[in-house]
């Protein structure tokens, strides 16, 4: 299994809105993030930086595995207007400094 940090960030003055969209996402895209691998994704927000932790079989495969899904594009499409950027694709993630377990 994979832990990931990622970090994206949000354009001024999308911080309600992105946290409304997040309150239910789609239950078809929740399915297929979860038949790929899925196991939980954390979304923490600091005013317009969001800083995402995920747990994952395989966080490649997942990303290749919802590149073409239906649900997936069309929350990309969504979530793209509210961004600052684009998100962490291909990066690898934040790099992990210190733990304490």
């Not at 594009?73 to 998100?87: E, V």
């Amino acid at each position: 299994m994979q832990r990931l940090a990622l970090r994206t960030r949000l354009k001024p003055g999308c911080e309600e809105i992105y946290d409304r969209e997040h309150a239910s996402v789609p239950a078809e895209l929740e399915q297929a993030m979860r038949e790929h691998g899925l196991r939980s994704w954390r979304i923490y927000r600091d005013g317009l930086d969001l800083f995402h932790f995920v747990e994952v079989d395989d966080y490649a495969a997942l990303q290749a595995a919802l590149r073409d899904h239906p649900a997936d594009q069309a929350w990309q499409r969504r979530m793209n207007q509210l961004l600052d950027g684009d998100f962490d694709k291909g990066t690898g993630g934040l790099t992990l400094v210190w733990e304490l377990t």
